[in-house]
């Protein structure tokens, strides 16, 4: 019976790996070496998806699959497992596998779960404030980044050229969002710096610092570019700078908590934040110290990290 519902499971909410491709998103191809790094990562979000459709009734098995992809993708792949996991808990409520998964198997893991999780409200009608509830005050504001990478894939014509952003959101949740559409940004133009510094400079004022929060952790989390380029993304943010290095901090604790560091994340740090992965990931910790956990800590945590770098002297590279 189990084997049933996990091919139904399959035939119904699988992703095609096709829908990963640039072409098929109509994404900027970059240069050749970005776009084979993004597109890899963004298969294997979907790769991590479909599994989960299969075994997301058992850990172990998840577990095993998820781990068997090369480490500096795996958060990718979970991050896509969440998504599933969120999914089928929607339509089976009572099972509440993500957060048994989150508080367990896949607790090192735990900011990617966040912002698989928010990928289901660009696909479920969810009221947002109903579904934040169900997770923790401080790291569920991730899942609304989480949205807003959805949204920016998926969506990018809405996203980027109209600058929508969904009716449903309001107060903080649409900082968050921005947050994530700023992440997507970096792989809607291929991380092409010219043009994701353009596409940033067209939108409101009151929107940019978000979305340059979000381009700095994609670059320090997914990479795909040379110093030069990050150098040119840094020298371009300006005023925003300490936005960017907040969002590459972001990325290294991510990486350092699931043990997955990569070269192109320190190399990303060293020069957004002015230090290595490790120390970004350090003021990330230290940051949180006495943040209590209400509806403001997200912001308090990010402000906290904003405030660090920007005392900071960044040396050019």
């Known amino acids: 019976m189990l084997a049933v519902l996990q091919q139904l499971r399959t035939s119904f909410f699988s992703i095609s790996i096709e829908e990963a491709s640039f072409a098929r998103r109509g994404f900027q191809a970059g240069n050749s070496a970005a776009r084979q790094q993004l597109e890899l990562s963004a298969r294997t979000f979907v790769q991590g998806y479909n599994v989960a459709l299969g075994e997301g009734d058992s850990f172990e098995a998840l577990v095993s699959r998820l781990e068997s992809f090369e480490n ?40 990617m779960l966040h912002v698989g999780a928010g990928w289901t409200l660009g696909r479920l009608p969810q009221r947002y404030s109903s579904f934040l509830a169900h997770y923790d005050p401080l790291l569920g504001w991730l899942t609304m980044d989480g949205y807003g990478f959805h949204e920016g894939f998926f969506a990018s014509q809405r996203s980027f050229k109209e600058q929508a952003r969904p009716r449903r959101l309001s107060g903080y949740a649409l900082h968050a969002f921005d947050q994530g559409l700023g992440r997507s940004l970096w792989f809607a133009k291929g991380a092409d710096v010219e043009q994701v510094i353009a596409t940033l400079k067209a939108f409101p004022v009151e929107r940019r610092a978000d979305l340059w929060s979000g381009v700095g952790l994609a670059c320090a989390y997914a990479g795909g570019v040379q110093p030069a380029e990050i150098q040119a993304l840094h020298t371009s943010a300006k005023d925003y700078w300490p936005h960017l290095a907040q969002g590459a901090a972001f ?38 110290t006495g943040v209590v956990h209400n509806e403001t800590a997200y912001e308090t945590w990010r402000g906290r990290i904003r405030s660090h770098f920007s005392k900071q002297t960044v040396v050019e590279n």
């Open 72 to 111: 500096p993708l795996r958060g990718f792949a979970y991050e896509g497992a969440a998504m599933a996991l969120a999914l089928l808990d929607y339509f089976t409520p009572w099972k509440k596998r993500l957060p048994a998964f989150i508080s367990g198997a896949g607790n090192k893991h735990i900011y």
């Open 251 to 288: 990325a290294a604790k991510a990486r350092q908590r699931a043990d997955n560091p990569t070269a192109h994340s320190d190399l990303a740090c060293r020069i957004l934040c002015g230090v290595s992965a490790n120390e970004a990931a350090l003021v990330t910790d230290s940051s949180l």
